[in-house]
């Protein structure tokens, strides 16, 4: 057989088992098959769901966000939503942070992410952070939480309505109805702030709130429209904060502490320990109150700006303040109230509160009445006052440069001027060429180089090149007494008085001059050593070398007609107007119509309602000049009525002018007569002496 056959045969063969075996293999008994378990879907519109996963986002060859979750639907426009999901965002300026919800709704390409139910956000530096719902985008790198929240770190802890998370700047906000808790710890205490608004900005270390800020620190109560509160590098206490509109701090213990503050804006600058206040800035209408002894009220301050250093007690040791200045001393017992304006003020004090305080431009002091004075109001340019930190009183007040002073009817003026509270005096200065201490009443003014006030009861001394006017008395006021004027003197004219000194009591109406005083009124004058005037009695007294000038009227004088002078000398003046006498002492000298008399001791008797001569006596060593008469005697009596002259003594002599002589006992002389009249006895005989005519020599 042939090779080909052969090979033929064999293929045949192969076919006829192959196709044995395929129909053997579809005739075998078939075995059932069991069909797999269908999946449960989430949602019936997703297209994938996954459980459990863990999907891990690259930036370069760094991690930039790890995804874990429980379950993922997946949406056929590619809308991914996860379910107990966490989502850890590594190293953002150097932090990670995780985000962990129930569910997490995922945008296109995983650029942002919508968590609701159970929300928490952790940060690797404390920060954690709850609310129902929070989303991200990554293009804000923002966590934004509407609703509820609340977060803590550390001792700070907060809640709020909306929520923001800016993971580029580290900051949170909480945007409505924020309430912040700072727990105490040791040294420090207890914060709580309530606040339309929180900001924390973390990396930057400060916290801002908006609309309407109130913040309790332990009793420290403050308050403003906004503020930033910038906290210390290590921890979370006030390094300084910084109040905007309507700001208001109230709250602080101990004498001379700070009990309020208030201002448009405010800025506190705290100590290290982040509690005791170091020194505060206030700006528009500021104001401050003092706390005074046993917890009262004590200074008021304000004016547009304030800059204060306070101590660690948290007493004021340092204040200035400048626009509006206004500073309120309250009533302590009988001491007076006080406000005191400037337009400038610095101040120092201690551990007990200020004791100095310096105003200028423009001082206007004002003292409140009290149940035993008036008002009392000054102004001058400048103010430097010492107080007493321990009752928050007033002791000492100096004011410069135009010192201007009221109390009551009387005033007060000069360059200079120191007020001592206490013993209620002012002592009144200034140099040449300036405004020169004046007081004046509605009774007198004085003019002196100084002036010394003692206000109630008032008393006034007053130095150097003093002059002064005693104004017509006036109608009586307040119950007190109108002043009598010495009758010698005119009602209606003043009366001015120069001399070196002057010392007024008011009390006594009485003031003493002394130093070449010179009274002058019209036609009156009186100058001496010293001269006293009584204005309760209305007596006047002039001691040492007394020269008169007055103005003695004559009975019978017609209207219009010139009243001559009367001129007086002597040792001593005294009138009482009691008496309505006028008394000159040692070495005494009058001349006038009565004629020229000389005297150890004078004495002019006025009539009751005009200051007419009624009377006039000399005693001692009588020497007169009467129509060229010369009559000595040791008593002389002029009686104006009948115009007789009485000379008693032993002898009495008269010379005329032809130089004839009488002598006798008694001499009575008739001026309107030209008859006189000499009685004699036995022992001393009346004798008549001629020869030749002689002009008698005037008394000196």
């Known amino acids: 057989m042939s090779v080909w056959r052969k090979r033929a045969r064999i293929a045949l063969a192969v076919v006829a088992l192959s196709v044995i075996g395929v129909v053997g293999y579809t005739l075998r008994p078939r075995e059932v098959r069991v069909a797999p378990v269908p999946v449960e879907r989430m949602d019936p519109k997703s297209t ?28 056929e426009g590619g809308e991914t939503k996860l379910m107990g999901v966490k989502v850890t965002v590594d190293n953002r300026a150097g932090r990670n942070y995780t985000i962990t919800g129930k569910e997490a709704q995922v945008g296109k390409d995983q650029a942002s992410y919508d968590l609701k139910g159970d929300v928490k956000l952790e940060t690797n530096d404390g920060l954690t952070a709850f609310s129902e719902q929070a989303t991200y985008t ?128 405010m800025n506190l600058d705290y100590r290290d320990d982040g509690r005791s206040l170091q020194q505060a800035t206030l700006a528009g209408q500021s104001a401050i109150q003092l706390a005074g002894p046993g917890g009262t009220s004590g200074q008021r301050l304000s004016g547009e700006f304030l800059d204060i250093d306070l101590a660690p007690d948290g007493s004021v040791n340092r204040l200035s303040s400048r626009d509006n200045v206004t500073v309120t001393l309250p009533a302590v017992r009988d001491t007076a109230a006080r406000t005191i304006k400037s337009n ?35 102004r001058a340019q400048s103010l430097d006052a010492t107080l007493d ?136 004058q009186i100058n001496a050593d010293s001269l006293t005037i009584d204005e309760s009695k209305g007596d006047l007294i002039a001691v040492g070398k007394v020269i008169t000038s007055l103005a003695i009227v004559r009975k019978d004088a017609t209207a219009g007609t010139p009243t001559p002078s009367t001129i007086g000398r002597g040792g001593s003046f005294t009138y009482t107007d009691q008496a309505r006498r006028a008394t000159y002492d040692t070495a005494a000298m009058l001349d006038g119509e009565t004629g020229n008399l000389r005297a150890e001791k004078i004495e002019i008797v006025l009539a009751a309602d005009e200051n007419s001569l009624a009377r006039l006596d000399a005693s001692e060593k009588v020497t007169a000049i009467v129509d060229k008469r010369t009559v000595t005697g040791a008593r002389l009596a002029y009686v104006p009525a009948d115009e007789k002259y009485v000379v008693t003594g032993a002898p009495v002599t008269m010379v005329d002018a032809d130089c004839q002589e009488l002598s006798g006992k008694t001499l009575t002389f008739f001026k309107a007569s030209d008859r006189v009249q000499v009685d004699g006895n036995d022992e001393v005989r009346t004798q008549t002496k001629g020869g030749g005519k002689c002009a008698p020599t005037s008394p000196k």
């Open 138 to 265: 990554d293009a804000e790198k923002i966590v934004r939480a509407p609703g509820p929240v609340r977060f803590t770190r550390g001792r700070m802890s907060g809640t709020g309505v909306g929520f923001t998370f800016d993971e580029q700047r580290n900051t949170l906000w909480l945007l409505d109805q924020a309430k912040i808790r700072v727990e105490p710890n040791g040294p420090s205490g207890a914060m709580d702030v309530t606040a339309g608004a929180f900001g924390f900005a973390r990396t930057d270390r400060y916290m801002r709130f908006e609309r309407t800020m109130h913040m309790d620190r332990d009793g420290q109560i403050i308050d403003a429209n906004e503020a930033v509160v910038h906290l210390f590098p290590d921890r979370d206490e006030p390094d300084l904060i910084e109040l905007r509109g309507d700001s208001r701090v109230t709250g602080g213990t101990g004498m001379g502490a700070l009990q309020s503050m208030s201002s448009r804006d």
């Open 344 to 378: 400038v003020l610095t101040a120092t004090g201690g551990a007990q509160g200020l004791s100095a305080m310096k105003f200028q431009e423009g001082v206007n002091y004002t003292e409140a009445a009290t149940r035993t004075q008036g008002a009392r109001v000054a």
């Open 389 to 524: 930190p321990a009752a928050g009183t007033l002791k000492e007040a100096t004011f410069a440069g135009t010192f201007h002073f009221t109390d009551g009817p009387l005033t007060a003026t000069s360059a200079l001027a120191n007020y001592q509270i206490a013993a209620g005096t002012l002592a009144l200065s200034g140099k040449e060429g300036v405004t020169r201490p004046r007081i004046k009443d509605d009774t007198l003014t004085i003019d002196a180089d100084a002036i010394a006030v003692t206000l109630a009861p008032r008393t006034m001394v007053a130095t150097g090149k003093v002059r002064s006017a005693l104004l017509p008395p006036g109608k009586p006021k307040g119950g007190v007494a109108a002043g009598k004027r010495p009758g010698l003197l005119g009602d209606k004219d003043p009366v001015n008085i120069i001399a070196e000194s002057l010392t007024y009591d008011e009390a006594s109406r009485r003031g003493e001059y002394k130093g070449q005083a010179v009274l002058l009124q019209g036609q009156t």
């Open 48 to 75: 994938i769901e996954t459980r459990g996963g863990d999907v891990i986002q690259l930036k370069g060859s760094r991690q930039d966000a790890r995804i874990e979750f429980e379950r993922q639907v997946t949406y």
